[in-house]
Nanobody, 124 residues
């Protein structure tokens, strides 16, 4: 069983950048395909980005393509989400998720483990 802890959120202005980190412990990160989801107040949790077990495939929702980059370091047991040119619409709690069997799925039910989330707030 893997434990996930997100960090790197904060309050920024539109156009700024943030890098989120998701540190894994209790298991080897390479055993899991990883993803980032987000949830804004009053809205459903939505897929943001995903990366395959070895990092050779990445996936993004349309609204973040060209602005966000997902990466992973299986030696450091950490997944990252580099977020550039942030917009107020990106404001949400961001969650890291791990899937044993599925890579790149948008369906949150396919993920087996979740972190506690980190708040990202983008002011206009």
């Amino acid at each position: 069983q893997v434990q996930l802890v997100e960090s790197g959120g904060g309050l920024v202005q539109a156009g700024d950048s943030l890098r989120l980190s998701c540190a894994a412990s209790g298991s080897t990160l390479s055993n899991y395909a990883m993803a980032w989801f987000r949830q804004a107040p009053g809205r459903d949790r939505e897929f943001v980005s995903a990366i395959s077990w070895q990092g050779d495939s990445t996936y993004y929702r349309d609204s973040v393509k060209g602005r966000f980059t997902i990466s992973r370091d299986n030696v450091a047991n950490t997944v990252y989400l580099q977020m550039n040119n942030l917009k107020p619409a990106d404001t949400a709690v961001y969650y890291c998720a791990a899937s044993i069997n599925y890579s790149g799925t948008y369906d949150h039910r396919m993920y087996d483990y979740w972190g506690q989330g980190t708040q990202v707030t983008v002011s206009s």
